[in-house]
């Protein structure tokens, strides 16, 4: 299956002025590498927020820039966003060799329904989001499930080392004993709740902090 694309154009607008660069439909991003001279480029960001939308995690890339015949395999750093609008506001690129392992943080997703769920009252946790491996960047998993169906106890754990894997391909750089998910008795969530209200109250004679002013402008992001 082919790659995804992305056209880009190199950028001379730098600095405060990308606002007006976002303002008029284009996209400020950077492109960098080992042993890649950074590149400031530039795209349509109707295209960057299509090409964004329909890759995962650690998708190889087919980053093509104006002015070179051959398109660079890039895969996407960093994505930065207006934390108020979610407006697309910075993408980083980093490109990559075929040829060479690299680092790269995987996605864990739950899948099926713990037997404990339903037949104690357990509460299932998802105990990490990601899991680091070491690959070429076309071996690299695009997520790694976790079937939750085989916790069929109160308390029952997986555990990365649980994970279905190509040693000879991908290298779990995560520690083994590490829990991506677990089977909480009710009681022992509840607790935890009543935990968490404790902290977040204020303690006794305090006055409650005041809430924050309706409106407040958000902290200002960074320009590139």
Avoid: C, W
Wanted: proline content about 7%.
């Amino acid at each position: 299956m082919a790659n995804p694309q992305i056209e880009v154009r190199p950028r001379t607008v730098l600095g405060k002025k990308v606002k007006a660069l976002r303002r008029s439909g284009v996209t400020p991003a950077n492109v960098y590498g080992h042993k890649v001279e950074s590149t400031a480029v530039e795209a349509d960001t109707a295209a960057m927020t299509h090409l964004l939308r329909g890759i995962s995690r650690n998708a190889i890339i087919d980053l093509k820039l104006e002015g070179e015949g051959k398109p660079r395999p890039v895969v996407v750093r960093e994505v930065a966003r207006d934390p108020v609008t979610g407006r697309l506001l910075h993408v980083d690129f980093f490109q990559i060799s075929l040829s060479e392992k690299m680092r790269a943080e995987v996605s864990v997703v739950l899948t099926g329904s713990s037997p404990a769920v339903a037949t104690y009252g357990g509460v299932l946790l998802q105990m990490v989001d990601t899991v680091s491996v070491e690959a070429l960047p076309g071996d690299i998993p695009a997520t790694f499930e976790v079937d939750v169906s085989g916790l069929t106890e109160l308390e029952q754990s997986f555990h990365v080392r649980d994970l279905s894997v190509d040693t000879a391909k991908v290298t779990i750089m995560t520690d083994p004993d590490v829990v991506l998910a677990r089977v909480a008795a009710p009681r022992l969530a509840a607790a935890e709740e009543e935990e968490a209200a404790a902290a977040a109250a204020p303690a006794e004679g305090e006055a409650p902090a005041a809430p924050a002013a309706e409106g407040a402008a958000p902290e200002p992001s960074a320009e590139s």
